[in-house]
């Protein structure tokens, strides 16, 4: 595989079911050692473009690719997938599972399952059906990193997890991307995308609006908080200029967000007297609500 | 991925060994201590093997819908069996396989305790014939082909359709009377035909009196040897299809 071509590739991939398109010509890559974080609303077509990734549906055009090629089964020799619902067997031991791990992952690590095991406390003996929903997600977790995978596909991976095990589990990404490891994941918190992601892609009924390295996306949008000393005086005149996104005011502070900051909008304020003018990068739950408001 | 399949087949059979187990202890029991008002005249008698095995094959075919569906059953586990390092087929194959051995041991087990079971006093003495080698081939093939069809019939719903597996047996038997009857064309001829894929069809060939009367039964083509391999390739063909379906199902 040339080292620049991605390892996960969707080219204009498109899934329809009956009258309704669940996903339109997605074109989405991504490279080796990069974590993808996929943001979308309900219904945006996360899951549809990773089943269809990993061939469980079949697309109706365009294509996907893991390291240049199909998916085969020699493809989930290095891949490993945590689906939203569990996918496990109730009536199976935790135990079992990790036996049945090491029977049909020819790269299963025994020794990082027990490893992982520990992290999240999961009792090996009992049934995966008297599990939580959180221990559930924790052992496919387990299932999936305990074979070492280099790519690795998870679909809201901390879904049922308390704070302090869904911090694990975005340690675990970055651990794994690290290593060289390549991750694709989704969810609903945008603080997680935040945290673990180097790269997010945001989804809206169905189309790709947004992917984007995450540091420069946030480097690039900013939010001006300028406060007065008393009332905040009409700036309508002031901030009537393209880079605006959004004004917003809390009691005596305005907060401006802008498409990019080149000191303009500091200028068009000095007049008013603000008592001070602060500029801070936008945090990705703003933009996020900005593009899927935006495009809406 | 034959790991699983074998802990849920093994758990299925270890249930059944233990109710048959049960069974013919009970029996045993009121055969050798009859109650003090019970008069049971029993010098011994003449059973024929062939019996046995109908019998077999029948409490087998128990097992076959006890493991029949084992592809639409999986459908929640998709996420976890797909992304394995097997082909799908091979997946399949494998379940298909041990449930066969499943059903195999299933008769064994009946047909072993039957044999124990005449074998205690007033010993009744079992009588092999020269229809043995034909009637333990239909009597395998009664549960493989309601196993094969059955699986057929559920591999490709995305839905659950567990009771299938017990569905069959009144939707077959009507069938099967429904092909028997007198209807008028064109029914008759739909019911026959619908008839030759009825797994209970071929149970209804069976007939056992004190000797065992090997007839094929009224409402299918071909002789009793004919409708044995007709159920026996109705079974591998079910596999096939059953195989198939669930490696293009979408997930």
């Given at each position: 595989?040339?080292?620049?071509?991605p390892?996960i590739a969707f080219d204009n991939l498109t899934?329809?079911?009956?009258?309704?398109?669940?996903v339109h010509d997605l074109t989405l890559h991504i490279?080796?050692?990069?974590?993808?974080?996929?943001?979308?609303?309900?219904?945006?077509?996360?899951?549809?473009a990773?089943?269809?990734?990993?061939?469980?549906?079949?697309?109706?055009s365009g294509s996907v690719a893991?390291?240049?090629?199909?998916?085969?089964?020699?493809?989930?020799?290095?891949?490993?997938?945590?689906?939203?619902?569990?996918?496990?067997?109730?009536?199976?031991?935790?135990?079992?599972?990790?036996?049945?791990?090491?029977?049909?992952?020819?790269?299963?690590?025994?020794?990082?399952?027990?490893?992982?095991?520990?992290?999240?406390?999961?009792?090996?003996?009992?049934?995966?059906?008297?599990?939580?929903?959180?221990?559930?997600?924790?052992?496919?977790?387990?299932?999936?990193?305990?074979?070492?995978?280099?790519?690795?596909?998870?679909?809201?991976?901390?879904?049922?997890?308390?704070?302090?095990?869904?911090?694990?589990?975005?340690?675990?990404?970055?651990?794994?991307?690290?290593?060289?490891?390549?991750?694709?994941?989704?969810?609903?918190?945008?603080?997680?995308?935040?945290?673990?992601?180097?790269?997010?892609a945001?989804?809206?009924?169905?189309r790709l609006?947004?992917y984007?390295?995450?540091?420069?996306?946030?480097?690039?949008?900013?939010?001006?908080?300028?406060?007065?000393?008393?009332?905040?005086?009409?700036?309508?005149?002031?901030?009537?200029?393209?880079?605006?996104?959004?004004?917003?005011?809390?009691?005596?502070?305005?907060?401006?967000?802008?498409?990019?900051?080149?000191?303009?909008?500091?200028?068009?304020?000095?007049?008013?007297?603000?008592?001070?003018?602060?500029?801070?990068?936008?945090?990705?739950?703003?933009?996020?609500?900005?593009?899927?408001?935006?495009?809406? | 991925?034959?790991?699983?399949?074998?802990?849920?087949?093994?758990?299925?059979?270890?249930?059944?060994?233990?109710?048959?187990?049960?069974?013919?202890?009970?029996?045993?029991?009121?055969?050798?201590?009859?109650?003090?008002?019970?008069?049971?005249?029993?010098?011994?008698?003449?059973?024929?093997?062939?019996?046995?095995?109908?019998?077999?094959?029948?409490?087998?075919?128990?097992?076959?819908?006890?493991?029949?569906?084992?592809?639409?059953?999986?459908?929640?586990?998709?996420?976890?069996?797909?992304?394995?390092?097997?082909?799908?087929?091979?997946?399949?194959?494998?379940?298909?396989?041990?449930?066969?051995?499943?059903?195999?041991?299933?008769?064994?087990?009946?047909?072993?305790?039957?044999?124990?079971?005449?074998?205690?006093?007033?010993?009744?003495?079992?009588?092999?014939?020269?229809?043995?080698?034909?009637?333990?081939?239909?009597?395998?093939?009664?549960?493989?082909?309601?196993?094969?069809?059955?699986?057929?019939?559920?591999?490709?719903?995305?839905?659950?359709?567990?009771?299938?597996?017990?569905?069959?047996?009144?939707?077959?038997?009507?069938?099967?009377?429904?092909?028997?009857?007198?209807?008028?064309?064109?029914?008759?001829?739909?019911?026959?035909?619908?008839?030759?894929?009825?797994?209970?069809?071929?149970?209804?060939?069976?007939?056992?009196?004190?000797?065992?009367?090997?007839?094929?039964?009224?409402?299918?083509?071909?002789?009793?040897?004919?409708?044995?391999?007709?159920?026996?390739?109705?079974?591998?063909?079910?596999?096939?299809?059953?195989?198939?379906?669930?490696?293009?199902?979408?997930?």
């Amino acid at each position: 595989m040339n080292p620049a071509s991605p390892v996960i590739a969707f080219d204009n991939l498109t899934k329809r079911f009956r009258n309704f398109e669940a996903v339109h010509d997605l074109t989405l890559h991504i490279q080796a050692g990069s974590i993808c974080g996929l943001l979308g609303p309900n219904g945006a077509g996360k899951t549809t473009a990773m089943k269809t990734l990993l061939g469980f549906l079949r697309p109706t055009s365009g294509s996907v690719a893991v390291d240049g090629a199909p998916v085969s089964p020699q493809t989930f020799e290095s891949l490993s997938y945590v689906p939203e619902t569990d996918g496990l067997f109730g009536e199976l031991t935790v135990a079992q599972h990790v036996e049945l791990n090491r029977r049909s992952q020819p790269r299963h690590d025994q020794q990082r399952a027990e490893e992982l095991l520990g992290v999240f406390g999961l009792d090996r003996r009992k049934r995966v059906r008297k599990l939580s929903k959180g221990q559930k997600t924790a052992l496919a977790l387990v299932l999936a990193l305990a074979s070492k995978p280099r790519v690795l596909v998870l679909d809201e991976p901390s879904s049922g997890l308390d704070p302090v095990f869904q911090r694990v589990v975005l340690d675990l990404m970055i651990d794994a991307a690290s290593e060289g490891g390549t991750v694709l994941f989704s969810s609903h918190q945008v603080g997680q995308v935040e945290r673990a992601a180097d790269h997010v892609a945001i989804m809206r009924g169905g189309r790709l609006l947004l992917y984007s390295d995450v540091d420069s996306l946030k480097g690039q949008e900013k939010i001006i908080e300028a406060t007065f000393a008393s009332a905040i005086p009409d700036l309508n005149g002031a901030l009537r200029v393209e880079v605006v996104r959004r004004v917003e005011q809390a009691g005596n502070m305005v907060r401006i967000s802008v498409k990019h900051d080149d000191g303009e909008i500091a200028q068009r304020l000095a007049p008013y007297n603000p008592t001070s003018i602060r500029i801070v990068d936008r945090n990705l739950e703003d933009i996020f609500l900005d593009v899927v408001s935006e495009k809406s | 991925m034959y790991y699983v399949e074998v802990l849920f087949a093994r758990s299925r059979l270890f249930w059944f060994t233990a109710v048959a187990l049960l069974v013919a202890a009970v029996f045993t029991y009121f055969v050798t201590f009859p109650p003090p008002h019970a008069h049971i005249v029993n010098n011994g008698q003449d059973v024929p093997f062939d019996g046995v095995l109908g019998f077999a094959g029948f409490f087998a075919s128990i097992m076959a819908s006890m493991l029949a569906a084992t592809l639409n059953r999986d459908q929640s586990h998709l996420p976890y069996l797909w992304t394995r390092p097997t082909s799908r087929e091979r997946i399949a194959l494998t379940y298909i396989v041990v449930d066969v051995l499943t059903i195999i041991a299933a008769f064994a087990i009946i047909a072993g305790l039957c044999l124990l079971v005449l074998a205690i006093p007033p010993q009744n003495r079992t009588v092999y014939d020269e229809h043995t080698g034909v009637m333990l081939a239909r009597s395998l093939a009664f549960p493989l082909m309601l196993y094969g069809v059955v699986e057929a019939a559920t591999s490709w719903a995305p839905m659950r359709l567990a009771a299938a597996g017990g569905l069959i047996w009144p939707i077959g038997l009507a069938i099967d009377f429904l092909a028997e009857i007198n209807l008028p064309f064109p029914l008759a001829q739909i019911f026959y035909a619908i008839n030759i894929f009825n797994p209970m069809a071929y149970i209804a060939g069976m007939q056992m009196g004190g000797h065992a009367t090997i007839t094929g039964s009224t409402a299918l083509p071909f002789d009793f040897n004919g409708q044995t391999y007709l159920a026996f390739a109705i079974f591998v063909v079910s596999c096939i299809i059953a195989t198939y379906n669930w490696k293009r199902m979408q997930a």
